[in-house]
């Protein structure tokens, strides 16, 4: 842990195992939301994706992969 939210010591790694999920792109202003489900029966919490507006149909699904640690981002968002 690194004294911070303790889900921020993982990464989500779909380079071999993902979902339809492993396709949105990055936004600073993201229209779908990761929130941590934790279980009883599994060691690592699974991660469930929200619209945090209403999405229109055809519009792209986005969310923040939170990595710009001294990145430069180029998704154009406000």
Known sequence: NN???PCDEYS???TY????TRLCN????PNVIAVTVYSDVKEFPNIAF?????????EELTIDYKTHNNMTC?????
């Open 50 to 58: 929200f619209a945090k507006d209403d999405i229109k149909k055809g």
């Open 74 to 78: 180029h998704c154009n968002t406000a």
């Open 12 to 14: 989500i790694d779909a």
């Open 3 to 5: 004294g911070g939210n």
């Open 17 to 20: 195992y993902g979902n339809i």
């Open 26 to 29: 990055h936004s600073c202003s």
